[in-house]
C-alpha cells in the first residue's frame, strides 16, 4: 500500500537495511501459515527454521515471534498440534531478544516511542514541531488520544469480526511493542524505513476491514467507492512526498555542483559547508555527507559541515554572517520548537498559530579552532 512513511526505505540507496527485513519477516509468516495446518516432521521444523534464518539474517525481526502468536489465535486457535510448532518459536526469540539487548535500548518501554509511530502510518506527512512540543508539553493529550484509539480498535475488532482485521491490527501493535529501541522522527519521519512489517499488517487489517464491508448487504456499494477513496488519498500523499523528493534531488545536485565549482577554485584547501543542511521537510537531503564520499554521482571533497539544520518546508536560509571566527544565519522554517512561547491556549497563542513564522537568528562561535575560510554557498 502507497505511504510516505516507508520511502526512506524505497528511495534511498541505504533503503535495503529496511526492505530486506520487510521480505524476510513476511516470507516467515507466509511459511508459517501455509505448514501450520500440515502434518509431518519438516512442516513442524520448517517455520522455526524460517524464523531462525531470519533473525540470524536481521536481528530486527526478532520481534516477529509476537506475530506469530498473535496469527496462531486468530486462525490456528482450534487446530491442533500448537505446542510443537509455535512455542519452539516463542522460546527461540525470547532468547535472542534478551541476548541482542534490545530490551535495554533507550526509550525501549517508553510508550510514546513505541506507538506514535503507528500513527505516523495513519498521518504519513509528519508533524510540525510546535505540535510535537505541545503534545510534550501536555502528555496527558497524547495518553488521552491513545486511550480513544484503543477504544476506537476495539470497538472495529468487535464489530468487524474478521482474523484478517483483528490479526492485522495486533500484529502491527505487538511487532512494535518489541520494537522500541528504535524509533520514528515524528517532524521528519527519518527512521521509518522500520515500520514497513508494521505497514503490511495495517495494510492486511485495512483489507479486513473492507471484507467485513462485504458481509453486510447494506454497504456492499459503498466499499468499492471507500477503497477507492482509500486509494486515492493514500496515492496523493505518496505522489505528494515524490515530488518533495524529486525537488531534493536536484537540490543536492545543484550543491554538489557549487562544491565541484568552489574545490576547483581552491584546491587542497578545506571547505565549510555552512549551515549543513540535513534534512528540508521529510527529504534527507545531507549537504556534507553528499560530497564526503566518493560514490558513482560525486568525488569526494574536503568538507566540514557546521550547524547541523533540519528545516519545514517552505523554508529558506540566509547567511548574515560568514567568517573564521563567527557565522550567523536567518533561517525560516527551522524545525526545534522556539523557546519563547506565549502561555497554552491564550489569545497570542492562538493569534501565533494563525501567522508565518518569524525567522529565527542563529549564531555559531568557532572558539580555539577556526572555521573554513572558504564556504560552499548554496541556495
Known amino acids: 500500500m502507497a505511504n510516505p512513511i516507508k520511502t526512506e526505505g524505497v528511495l534511498l540507496l541505504s533503503g535495503l537495511r529496511y526492505l530486506l527485513p520487510g521480505l524476510l519477516g513476511l516470507v516467515v509468516l507466509l511459511v508459517y501459515a501455509c505448514s501450520r495446518p500440515r502434518q509431518g516432521f519438516r512442516f513442524r521444523l520448517l517455520p522455526l527454521g524460517a524464523y531462525i534464518g531470519a533473525v540470524l539474517t536481521c536481528p530486527d525481526l526478532t520481534p516477529l515471534f509476537l506475530v506469530l502468536m498473535v496469527l496462531e489465535g486468530c486462525f490456528f486457535w482450534e487446530v491442533p498440534g500448537r505446542s510443537r510448532r509455535l512455542w519452539p518459536i ?17 526509550g525501549a518501554w ?16 509528519g508533524l ?23 477504544a476506537l480498535a476495539l470497538l472495529l475488532m468487535r464489530g468487524a469480526r474478521t482474523p484478517l482485521f483483528t490479526f492485522g491490527l495486533l500484529g ?11 524509533g520514528v522522527d515524528p517532524v521528519t519521519l527519518a527512521g521509518g524505513g522500520i515500520l514497513v512489517i508494521p ?22 456499494a459503498s466499499v468499492v467507492r471507500l477503497s477507492t477513496l482509500f486509494c486515492v488519498v493514500a496515492m496523493a500523499c505518496q505522489g505528494w512526498t515524490n515530488v518533495h523528493w524529486l525537488q531534493g534531488g536536484h537540490a ?21 559547508v555552512a549551515p549543513d543542511l540535513q534534512y528540508s521537510g521529510t527529504v534527507p537531503v545531507m549537504y556534507s555527507q553528499s560530497v564526503y564520499y566518493d560514490t558513482p554521482f560525486s568525488t569526494a571533497l574536503p568538507v566540514t559541515g557546521l550547524m547541523p539544520l533540519s528545516l519545514a518546508m517552505p523554508a529558506t536560509i540566509d547567511v548574515l554572517h560568514y ?11 527551522y524545525t526545534s520548537a ?27 562561535e568557532a572558539g580555539a579552532r577556526p572555521f573554513p575560510a572558504v564556504r560552499i554557498p548554496y541556495e
Not at 252 to 272: C, D, I, S, Y
Not at 325 to 332: A, C, G, N, P
Not at 340 to 345: A, M, Q
Request: net charge positive; hydrophobic share 50%.
Open 338 to 364: 522556539e523557546q519563547e512561547k506565549p502561555r497554552l491556549f491564550s489569545r497570542a497563542w492562538w493569534q501565533r498559530r494563525n501567522r508565518p513564522p518569524e525567522p529565527v537568528r542563529l549564531d555559531l
Open 90 to 106: 516463542v522460546i527461540v526469540g525470547l532468547a535472542m531478544y534478551f541476548i541482542s539487548g534490545q530490551w535495554a535500548m533507550e
Open 110 to 125: 517508553q510508550p510514546a516511542r513505541v506507538f506514535v509511530p503507528l500513527y505516523l502510518v495513519l498521518y504519513p506527512i
Open 252 to 272: 543536492v545536485r545543484r550543491f554538489r555542483q557549487a562544491a565541484m565549482e568552489k574545490a576547483a577554485q581552491h584546491p587542497g584547501q578545506l571547505l565549510a
Open 172 to 182: 502491527a501493535v505487538s511487532f512494535r511493542l518489541l520494537q522500541g529501541g528504535r
Open 199 to 220: 505497514l503490511a499488517l495495517l495494510s492486511l487489517a485495512v483489507a479486513g476491514g473492507f471484507q467485513a464491508l462485504l458481509e453486510r448487504p447494506r454497504w456492499r
Open 323 to 333: 567568517s573564521p571566527e563567527k557565522m550567523t544565519v536567518s533561517v525560516r522554517g
Open 128 to 150: 510540525l514541531p510546535d505540535t510535537v512540543a505541545f503534545f510534550e508539553s501536555w502528555p496527558v493529550l497524547g495518553w488521552g488520544c491513545g486511550m480513544m484509539l484503543i
